[in-house]
């Protein structure tokens, strides 16, 4: 065996020597010198010294539930790997030399199954590894303005670096200076059709660009913040998604897709793969861990067509860090760390209420039957590669000019996002950009739950205003608006369901729905003098 005998070399050099029952082969000089495990020791024993050797390294971390290292291959972007017993038993082979007997005696062995075992699954909360937060390939910022470029491990973050050196950000920046990167960046992307935007003749023949003689609309203000939030993910412990919503039927071919992707080069340094969301949430859920597991820096969830935004998973990813999920093979919820950027596309999407503050929803509506015929300069994402930096430098600009205004005018407060709100989208409401949360109220008012509450409210009121009522004495028509499920006969007569009317009055007790507001109103005694719950309606009031 040579001084270089990998792992696969020691396990076939074994396994060729087995007949001779020579328990293993003897160290060369070279590995003689690396620090040795004895597998004669109890398992135990064993284990908690390679935890001790592993723990010493930069190269393994803990993702927030399991060890995984980051994985450098030619062509393709950093990314993190689970550690299973296998790879660990190839990774022990590099650090270390595990042996049995002594002296003359002592030969190399494989670390075994056994050993791995115990370390992957008996010693967590013992494995004192650094965390691993995410993979970012832009530079890392600070609540101070500073920048700092990194490659490696980053002990302050947490993050894994593939840092980007950024030329043209002033130090301190003037509004001049903010508002010239604020038209490079909507220049840049003035070709997309937002849903609100004015759409003007380019000097292109036959191309139609964003009017930037106007400010942005709430389409491209989502944008232009969705560019501020792609480059500062890295360093932001939370951060809403982004929905690149159009049209159904007609949406497709607006640019939902590249639009992302360009914006990810910007703020990613790569253009991320298209996956599917899934047939079903949990599909969806599965796809959601699979890339935080590898620590993406960003995620293409592409086709989500006619679907609903619910995923409790994603919730978990946007406002927990770390998040409390469920991985694949475990029946429990375990903390995993995220920073990518979540994108999804799709025609004629829909955003729960509860995801409401947590998905910015951009509107692309080409406003024609076939987007795609439309005409487009060549090599789009090409050009967004080559100026890379040069939009890096404009968001840069935005960013540390907004963080050094102490009166920034403040959008809608918004929960969990309140330093990402200060950086992402402060910065460029102060530069006449709308609000991404201003969309917030209609994307409530579309959601079909709530919109099925508000009828049921309506009703309720239109027949009993504010006055106290059993839920055996609502109307007919309230009741029907509760139970989707109920049917009338040719007689007019309404066949409904009694448990589930209660239980939908119950569960809205306390709800401030469509403008009214469910109370309990106390018990009444029936004629057999048995006491029932009564309920009454108000108009809400809404605090300031």
């Given at each position: 065996?040579?001084?270089?005998?990998?792992?696969?070399?020691?396990?076939?050099?074994?396994?060729e020597?087995?007949?001779?029952?020579?328990p293993?082969?003897?160290?060369?000089?070279?590995?003689?010198?690396?620090?040795?495990?004895?597998?004669?020791?109890?398992?135990?024993?064993?284990?908690?010294?390679?935890?001790?050797?592993?723990?010493?390294?930069?190269?393994?971390?803990?993702?927030?539930?399991?060890?995984?290292?980051?994985?450098?291959?030619?062509?393709?972007?950093?990314?993190?790997?689970?550690?299973?017993?296998?790879?660990?038993?190839?990774?022990?082979?590099?650090?270390?030399a595990?042996?049995?007997?002594e002296?003359?005696?002592?030969?190399?062995?494989?670390?075994?199954k056994?050993?791995?075992?115990?370390?992957?699954?008996?010693?967590?909360g013992?494995?004192?590894?650094?965390?691993?937060?995410?993979?970012?390939?832009?530079?890392?910022?600070?609540?101070?303005g500073?920048?700092?470029?990194?490659n490696?491990?980053?002990?302050?973050?947490?993050?894994?670096?593939?840092?980007?050196?950024?030329?043209?950000?002033?130090?301190?920046?003037?509004?001049?200076?903010a508002?010239?990167?604020?038209?490079?960046?909507?220049?840049?992307?003035?070709?997309?059709?937002?849903?609100?935007?004015?759409?003007?003749?380019?000097?292109?023949?036959?191309?139609?660009?964003?009017?930037?003689?106007?400010?942005?609309?709430?389409?491209?203000?989502?944008?232009?913040?969705?560019?501020?939030?792609?480059?500062?993910?890295?360093?932001?412990?939370?951060?809403?998604?982004?929905?690149?919503?159009?049209?159904?039927t007609?949406?497709?071919?607006?640019?939902?897709?590249?639009?992302?992707?360009?914006?990810?080069?910007v703020?990613c340094?790569?253009?991320?793969?298209?996956?599917?969301?899934?047939?079903?949430?949990?599909?969806?859920?599965?796809?959601?861990?699979?890339?935080?597991?590898?620590?993406?820096?960003a995620?293409?969830?592409?086709?989500?067509?006619?679907?609903?935004?619910e995923?409790?998973?994603l919730?978990?990813?946007?406002?927990e860090?770390?998040?409390?999920?469920?991985?694949?093979?475990?029946?429990?919820?375990?903390?995993?760390?995220?920073?990518?950027?979540?994108?999804?596309?799709g025609?004629?999407?829909?955003?729960?209420?509860?995801?409401?503050?947590?998905v910015?929803n951009?509107?692309?509506?080409?406003?024609?039957?076939n987007?795609?015929?439309?005409?487009f300069?060549?090599?789009?994402l090409?050009?967004?590669?080559d100026?890379?930096?040069?939009?890096?430098?404009?968001?840069?600009?935005?960013w540390r000019?907004?963080?050094?205004?102490?009166?920034?005018?403040?959008?809608?407060?918004?929960?969990?996002?309140?330093?990402?709100?200060?950086?992402?989208?402060d910065?460029l409401?102060?530069?006449?950009?709308?609000?991404?949360?201003?969309?917030?109220p209609?994307i409530?008012?579309?959601?079909?739950?709530?919109?099925?509450?508000?009828?049921a409210?309506?009703?309720?009121?239109?027949?009993?205003?504010?006055?106290?009522?059993?839920?055996?004495?609502?109307?007919?028509?309230?009741?029907?608006?509760?139970?989707?499920?109920?049917?009338?006969?040719?007689?007019?007569?309404?066949?409904?369901s009694?448990?589930?009317?209660?239980?939908?009055v119950?569960?809205?007790?306390?709800?401030r729905?469509?403008?009214f507001?469910?109370?309990?109103?106390?018990?009444?005694?029936?004629?057999?003098?048995?006491?029932?719950?009564?309920?009454?309606?108000?108009?809400?009031?809404?605090?300031?």
């Open positions: 065996m040579n001084e270089h005998t990998s792992f696969a070399d020691l396990i076939k050099e074994l396994s020597k087995k007949r001779g029952r020579k293993g082969i003897k160290l060369t000089a070279a590995r003689a010198g690396l620090p040795q495990i004895n597998l004669d020791d109890i398992p135990i024993s064993a284990a908690k010294q390679l935890a001790r050797l592993i723990a010493e390294r930069r190269d393994i971390f803990l993702n927030g539930y399991t060890p995984v290292r980051v994985v450098l291959e030619d062509g393709q972007e950093p990314r993190a790997i689970e550690l299973t017993v296998q790879a660990l038993r190839t990774y022990a082979h590099k650090i270390c595990c042996v049995k007997g002296g003359n005696d002592q030969v190399e062995v494989p670390l075994t056994e050993i791995a075992e115990l370390y992957l699954d008996g010693m967590e013992e494995w004192g590894l650094r965390p691993l937060r995410g993979i970012s390939s832009s530079p890392l910022l600070g609540n101070d500073s920048i700092r470029v990194v490696g491990y980053d002990e302050v973050s947490g993050m894994w670096c593939t840092g980007v050196s950024v030329d043209g950000v002033p130090d301190e920046p003037t509004e001049q200076d508002k010239n990167a604020l038209l490079r960046l909507r220049q840049a992307f003035s070709t997309f059709a937002y849903g609100d935007a004015e759409m003007v003749p380019s000097v292109a023949p036959g191309v139609r660009v964003v009017n930037l003689g106007a400010p942005p609309g709430l389409d491209e203000s989502t944008q232009l913040a969705t560019l501020m939030t792609a480059v500062c993910r890295g360093s932001l412990d939370l951060a809403p998604a982004v929905l690149y919503n159009a049209p159904d007609s949406g497709a071919g607006t640019g939902k897709g590249l639009l992302f992707r360009a914006t990810c080069v703020g340094g790569i253009a991320p793969q298209a996956m599917s969301a899934g047939h079903s949430p949990e599909e969806m859920d599965k796809r959601l861990v699979a890339a935080a597991i590898t620590a993406s820096p995620i293409y969830l592409d086709n989500f067509n006619g679907g609903m935004i995923s409790d998973t919730a978990s990813f946007l406002t860090n770390p998040a409390q999920v469920r991985v694949l093979g475990q029946s429990k919820l375990v903390p995993l760390n995220s920073r990518m950027l979540v994108g999804i596309t025609n004629a999407v829909q955003i729960s209420e509860d995801h409401a503050r947590r910015n951009i509107d692309l509506d080409a406003q024609m039957e987007p795609e015929a439309r005409t300069p060549g090599n789009y090409g050009r967004i590669t100026r890379r930096n040069k939009y890096l430098a404009a968001c840069l600009t935005i000019w907004g963080i050094q205004q102490p009166r920034l005018p403040r959008g809608r407060p918004i929960g969990s996002f309140e330093r990402w709100a200060r950086w992402c989208r910065p409401i102060a530069l006449r950009c709308r609000d991404p949360m201003d969309r917030i209609s409530k008012a579309a959601d079909p739950r709530r919109r099925q509450i508000t009828e409210f309506l009703k309720w009121w239109e027949h009993h205003q504010d006055r106290p009522v059993t839920v055996t004495d609502l109307h007919s028509e309230v009741k029907e608006a509760v139970d989707t499920n109920s049917k009338r006969g040719h007689d007019g007569e309404l066949t409904f009694r448990q589930k009317v209660q239980k939908w119950s569960n809205r007790l306390k709800s729905v469509g403008g507001h469910l109370v309990d109103a106390g018990t009444t005694t029936t004629g057999a003098k048995n006491t029932v719950s009564q309920y009454r309606l108000l108009r809400a009031v809404e605090s300031a």
